[in-house]
C-alpha cells in the first residue's frame, strides 16, 4: 500500500452523462477526503469521511453529486447529469487523526472533461 | 469560512537564488498551515508545515515562518534548484474542525538555470 489510488486517471464524458471515480485511501487511513481543483486555483474542499460517515458536505456539492464510502475503505464520488462546469480534478486525500502533521495524503486525482 | 490569499501567483527565480512565498489568513482561530509542491500532472505532496505554537520551522532548504498577530505565514526556499519548479500551495485547517483545509490559489515557481 503505498498510498492514495484514484481512478479512472482521466474521464471525458459528454454533457448529461454520469460519471463515477474511485479512491481507495492508506488502509490505515480512516478518514477521506474529496477535493475539486480547477485550473489555475487550489484544491477546495468537497467532503468528509471518517470511516463509513459522511461527516460534513460543502455547499459547492450540489444535489448532483453523491459520495460513498461504503465500507468504511474505498469511497466513491458520483456526478449525475454532468455539465461543462464540472470539468476539473477531483482530489481524493486520506489522512489518520492525531497524526503528528494531520497526515494528509493526496491522490494524483481523476481529471474530469465535459464535452 | 477561512479565507487563504497567496502570493505572488507566478515567480521566478535564478537557480541558486531564494524564493519566497506568502500567505495571509482570515480566521485567528486557524492553528495548522501547510505547504504543498504539486507538479505537472501529479498529486499535491507535502513539504513542510508549522503550527500556531511555534513561529518558524525549517527542514534542510526550506523553511515556513508564522506571524500570528499579522495572520501571514511564508515559504521560504534557499538555493533553489531546478526540480524546484513546480505550483506551491498555502493551506489553513478551518477551525473549529480539525480535518478541512482551505487553499491558497497557488504560486508558480520557475527555477531557471
Known amino acids: 500500500d503505498t498510498g492514495v489510488s484514484q481512478d479512472p486517471r482521466h474521464k471525458i464524458t459528454k454533457r448529461g452523462q454520469n460519471v463515477t471515480f474511485r479512491c481507495d485511501p492508506i488502509s490505515e487511513h480512516n478518514r477521506l477526503y474529496w477535493y475539486r481543483q480547477t485550473l489555475g486555483q487550489g484544491p477546495e474542499f468537497l467532503t468528509y469521511f471518517q470511516n463509513e460517515a459522511q461527516l460534513e458536505k460543502s455547499r459547492l456539492l450540489s444535489d448532483r453529486f453523491s459520495a460513498e464510502r461504503p465500507k468504511g475503505s474505498f469511497s466513491t464520488l458520483e456526478i449525475q447529469r454532468t455539465e461543462q462546469g464540472d470539468s476539473a480534478m477531483y482530489l481524493c486525500?486520506?489522512?489518520?487523526?492525531?497524526?503528528?502533521?494531520?497526515?494528509?495524503?493526496f491522490g494524483s486525482g481523476t481529471r474530469l472533461t465535459v464535452v | 469560512g477561512e479565507n487563504v490569499e497567496q502570493h505572488p501567483s507566478t515567480l521566478s527565480v535564478q537557480e541558486g537564488d531564494s524564493a519566497v512565498i506568502k500567505c495571509t489568513y482570515s480566521?485567528?482561530?486557524?492553528?495548522?498551515f501547510p505547504w504543498y509542491k504539486q507538479e505537472l500532472g501529479k498529486r499535491p505532496q507535502l513539504i513542510i508545515d508549522?503550527?500556531?505554537?511555534?513561529g518558524e520551522k525549517k527542514d534542510q532548504r526550506i523553511a515556513v515562518t508564522l506571524n500570528k498577530t499579522a495572520k501571514h505565514f511564508s515559504l521560504h526556499i534557499t538555493e533553489t534548484q531546478p526540480e524546484d519548479s513546480a505550483v506551491y500551495f498555502c493551506?489553513?485547517?478551518?477551525?473549529?474542525?480539525?480535518?478541512?483545509?482551505?487553499f491558497g490559489a497557488g504560486t508558480t515557481v520557475t527555477v531557471r538555470a
Open positions: 508549522i503550527r500556531s505554537n511555534v
Open positions: 486525500a486520506s489522512s489518520v487523526p492525531g497524526h503528528p502533521n494531520y497526515g494528509y495524503t
Open positions: 480566521d485567528s482561530a486557524s492553528n495548522y
Open positions: 493551506a489553513a485547517l478551518i477551525p473549529p474542525n480539525d480535518y478541512k483545509l482551505s
